[in-house]
Every structure is written in C-alpha cells, then in structure tokens.
C-alpha cells in the first residue's frame, strides 16, 4: 500500500484546507435543536455552493467527481479545521451510496442535486416500537394500490425526524413474509397526507428525534429502491455505509486526538493519564492505517464481507475512550465544558445505533473469522 499522495491529490487538499480555513463556522449549537438546525443549514448550503459538500459526488450532481482517496483528505482537513456535524448526513452519506448502487437514473437525477444543496433533508425509517436492533422483526407495511403503495405503520428514534423533509425506511410489503423476506425500501416525504411527525426531547435537551406515524400514506411506484421485495439487501447496503467508512471517516478521530493534545497542553500529567493519551493517539492512527487498507482492498477487487461491522466497533469503542480521557483530564471542570461532555453523551449511543455491537461481533465472527454460528 503506497501512501504517497500524488500532485493532484496534495493540491486538492491544499484547496480544501485554504478554504474551509477561512470559511468554517465555529460555535454553531447543537444541530438537533431547532435553532441549531437551521444554523447548520446555512453551513450546508454554503458548502454546496463552493461545491465542497459532497466532493465525491459527479459534478452533475454537486460534486467535484474527486476520488475516494481525495474524499479521505477532505474530511481529513474538514475535522482538521474544526468542522461542524454534517446535518444532511443521513442523506448524503447513507441514502446516496444505496441510491448510486440501486436507484434508477430517474430517481438520481431527482433526488441527488436536490440532498447535495440540502433542499430535500432526509431522516432514516428503521427502528420501531419493539423493533429496534432486531431489524427484521419490523411490522410497519406496505400494501399495493392503483399506480403504488399504501404504507401504514410507525418509526421511532428518528434522529433528526423533526426537522427532515423525507424519509428512507423498510416496510413489509408481502404479509405472509417473516424476517428479513418480503420487505421493501421506500422511499417517502413526510408532508404527504397521512404522515404525522412527533418530535421528543432527549435527557439533554435536544430536540431533533422524532416518532414518525403513518396512516394510510399512498406513495408512488417510483418511491420504491431497488424492486419490490427486495429492501433487505438494499438497507444492507445503506447500513454497511452507516457501520464503515462513510459515516464515520478517520479524520474525524484523528481531530478529536489533537483537540485532545491541546486540552492537555503543558499541563503535567500521572503516568495513567499519560499512557491512556498515547493509546488514544495510536488507536486513531491505527484506524486511520486500516481504512486506507481496506479501501486499497476493495479498489483492487479484495473487500472482504463483514468489515463495515468491524469498522463499527472499533470506532463507537474509540470514540467512548476519547471522550472518558477528555472528562478525566478536565476533572472538576467537566461539566461546564459543553462541547467534551456533550460529546461524551453522544459516544455512549455509538454501540448501540447501526446495529449493536454485540450484533456486530457475531457478524466478525462468522464473516470475517468463519466462526460457526451457535
């Protein structure tokens, strides 16, 4: 694996970082709040129109057509410069891989200039009540009518559902199915008629969740991605992206080590504290090393089953111990220091959203090491 970056690449970088030097906004609040959301936006909108906001993307669509070799140094020097959360995450990062892998060239061409200049703000349909980790167990369905689909059903824990304008989730469209058979991937606005959103705060005051009810809402045809019956191996797809590489790059923990450096600074430090900082650095450059090898794999026709799962645990795993160092190392102070704390609460849902990680070891252990299943 060779890492030297090429002329073109070092010069892409140099642009990213002149850019986002003089243009990212520091301060913003929580983009899952109201007021923070709408902040967000205007940073998202921004970004497209220096078309930085989806750099992978072809330029058809808002992007800048760079290779995923660039897209890696970008967000590399995106975290470098202390970049907000991506408010349009959901859509840019997990709906649009599944919709470049399964979508028609009608629904791209609709869809992707509209997600990448953040007109259409899409929310993710998996969990519901008593359906959580165990995906395949949903019930929400889908019955077919005249020229589409009628849905009924509820989602829960939709992160940012208050504040999106469309939805992506899996709903059963053959009743006489079980598990993961008979599903199908929708694709649906939540200003149709039927659709009732239902926001509710969380412990910290964040009010972007939502619970998203749907009472007879008719979608057409063209809402469905990837053919009737077949959402599995499509939400399969969306989640490979949310558990690896696209959700979660390295320069997003190799900015947190050095936030990290600087929060300690000259101040003297026992030899635990010490030691669990120099793992911390090692952790994040280790992550960094196994994604540039993993993508080298997958470019030269080596991606093995299984590795998004691997990806996952070690960044939701990282991401808590990052977070525990800071609070240890601000002691007393950590909770006035909102950004560290708040971090923290975050990173104690890495384990459990995407699939838990108790569901993620089984899946290294069966796909990665060819374990037997028990």
């Not at 986002?20 to 909108?45: C, I, M």
């Not at 890696?72 to 349009?88: D, I, S």
Request: aromatic share 10%.
């Amino acid at each position: 694996m060779d890492l030297t970056e090429t002329d073109a690449e070092l010069a892409f970088r140099a642009d990213a970082r002149t850019w986002l030097t003089a243009n990212v906004p520091h301060g913003l609040p929580s983009g899952d709040t109201r007021t923070g959301f709408a902040e967000h936006l205007q940073w998202e909108k921004q970004l497209h129109a220096a078309r930085w906001a989806v750099v992978s993307w072809p330029e058809e669509y808002g992007g800048r057509g760079a290779s995923v070799w660039e897209w890696l140094a970008f967000e590399e020097e995106y975290y470098r410069a202390g970049g907000p959360q991506r408010v349009t995450q959901n859509g840019i990062f997990l709906l649009a891989p599944t919709l470049f892998a399964f979508g028609s060239k009608e629904q791209q061409d609709s869809l992707l200039p509209r997600m990448s200049a953040a007109e259409d703000l899409w929310c993710q349909g998996w969990s519901e009540p008593g359906s959580g980790s165990d995906l395949a167990s949903l019930t929400s369905r889908a019955d077919q009518a005249d020229g589409g689909w009628v849905l009924n059903g509820q989602k829960t824990w939709t992160t940012r559902g208050s504040f999106c304008t469309h939805l992506f989730g899996l709903f059963r469209s053959d009743p006489a199915s079980e598990r993961h058979h008979g599903l199908t991937y929708f694709l649906v606005p939540l200003d149709a008629p039927g659709v009732t959103v239902r926001g509710f705060a969380r412990l910290d005051g964040d009010e972007g969740f939502a619970e998203v009810f749907l009472d007879n809402v008719f979608v057409p045809d063209s809402a469905v991605l990837g053919g009737v019956g077949k959402g599995w191996s499509v939400a399969m797809a969306t989640t490979g992206s949310e558990r690896g590489l696209t959700l979660r790059s390295p320069g997003r923990y190799t900015a947190t080590v050095a936030r990290l450096l600087d929060l300690v600074g000259d101040e003297t430090l026992d030899n635990g504290v010490r030691d669990r900082l120099a793992q911390a650095w090692m952790d994040s450059e280790a992550y960094r090393l196994f994604t540039l090898r993993q993508v080298s794999d997958e470019q030269a026709g080596r991606g093995r089953p299984g590795e998004s799962s691997l990806n996952k645990l070690f960044w939701s795993e990282l991401d808590i111990r990052l977070h525990e160092l800071a609070l240890d190392v601000l002691g007393s102070e950590a909770e006035l220091e909102g950004p560290w704390s708040k971090g923290f609460q975050f990173s104690l849902s890495g384990p459990i959203y995407a699939g838990t990680n108790e569901v993620q070891r089984n899946i290294v252990s069966e796909r990665l090491l060819g374990l037997p299943r028990r």
